[in-house]
């Protein structure tokens, strides 16, 4: 079991804040970023009413019109800032904690995420007592991960093609950038606009190996009793992906038969072309002697593309999320250039041996 980080910072920002405010009565805005998890965390954890915990009501279409579906120097209207300061307010009466959940908040990795900030900064203005949630992910299964969703979301390209900017020296529309991907960035803005004791940063894979006790520290986080929430809380996996080959085989249909803003040359417009492919999978259920082939091929590619490009972030990373990077497979400085990193930042006892070969040959999307 990972040891837990020093709370010590959030437990001195629950004591200032005693004197002028009850117990869970701040909106939780929870970012993503995207393959985290997002969707177990929504259902088991942000659903429950009897844990302190309220989420917004079809809150995925409103975070889409409100905070991303707007123009560069729009904001939100007077009228949508006080519904749902009205709606936090609602849920204070009753001691919960109102969360607003969805990763498109952190930006959208095909366009390298490049209206997180502005979406930041809407959050603030319409928010700006909220407290931040933001899970992270090693970059190398993320992206993988990544990668997958992207062709479920009806992308066509290569992950060359997908990874490799045309026109480098020109910018005419957003394109996938692998900076979207060093996390530090966009978590130090929220700090700077909510302050560092209001966002919480946790590791996926702690979520995976112990997520009870995940839970809890986000239950701590908001003010909410800890003690309320179950062992198995998490009990069973959301999201599981589709397999490799099926992913594969639909690329180049989603070229053909799947017009969308991810593949707009597209010939033909079929709207239900999601729905009617995943039926398919059945099909594809003795096929797993083709996805470790599949699986290799493109962990390879997207070794020889990140390479150590992460490792410098990941170092300050560690200290904003108080675990132990590297023994969750993150790819950090080598010791002997680290001398100045902490000895026991986050967990003290070492993943399984088998976790670095997990990281490097995802068999799902999570």
């Known amino acids: 079991m990972l040891a837990p980080p020093d709370l010590s910072r959030h437990a001195r920002a629950a004591a200032r804040e005693c004197d002028v405010q009850e117990p869970g009565t701040r909106p939780l805005v929870h970012i993503g970023f995207h393959k985290t998890a997002s969707t177990l965390l929504q259902s088991a954890l942000f659903a429950r009413n009897d844990l302190g915990f ?32 009205r709606r936090n307010r609602e849920a204070q009466t009753r001691g919960n904690t109102l969360v607003v959940s969805h990763e498109r908040l952190s930006g959208y990795p095909a366009s390298g995420g490049y209206d997180a900030k502005l979406i930041a900064d809407r959050i603030k203005n319409c928010l700006p007592d909220a407290r931040i949630l933001i899970f992270v992910r090693e970059q190398r299964s993320m992206i993988f991960s990544y990668y997958l ?47 560092e004791d209001n966002v919480l940063v946790l590791p996926y894979e702690a979520l995976r190996s112990d997520g009870c006790r995940i839970a809890r520290e986000i239950a701590q986080f908001c003010r909410q009793d800890p003690s309320l929430i179950p062992h198995d809380i998490f009990g069973t996996p959301a ?63 997207i070794e020889r593309a990140v390479g150590e490009r992460y490792a410098e972030s990941n170092q300050q990373l560690q200290r904003m999320t108080g675990y132990d990077l590297r023994r969750l497979g993150y790819s950090l400085p080598s010791r002997t250039a680290s001398l100045g990193e902490p000895a026991n930042a986050g967990a003290a006892v070492p993943a399984p041996k088998h976790a670095r070969s997990t990281l490097r040959t995802p068999n799902r999307v999570a």
């Open 239 to 301: 999201n599981e992906g589709m397999p490799i080959l099926m992913q594969a085989l639909r690329r180049p249909l989603n070229s053909l038969f799947n017009r969308n803003q991810l593949s707009p040359e597209a010939p033909i417009l079929f709207p239900w072309f999601d729905r009617y492919y995943r039926k398919l999978r059945p099909l594809f259920a003795f096929t797993g002697m083709f996805d470790g082939p599949l699986r290799r091929r493109l962990m390879g590619q």
């Open 149 to 195: 969703q992207y062709i479920s979301d009806g992308g066509s390209l290569s992950f060359r093609r997908l990874t490799t900017p045309l026109q480098w020296t020109l910018s005419r529309k957003p394109e996938f950038d692998f900076r979207s991907f060093a996390y530090v960035q966009c978590i130090e803005y929220y700090r700077r606009l909510f302050g």
């Open 54 to 85: 309220e989420r917004l009501e079809n809150d995925r279409y409103h975070v889409q019109v409100d905070f991303v579906k707007q123009g560069p120097f729009d904001d939100l209207s007077p009228g949508r800032i006080q519904s749902y300061r």
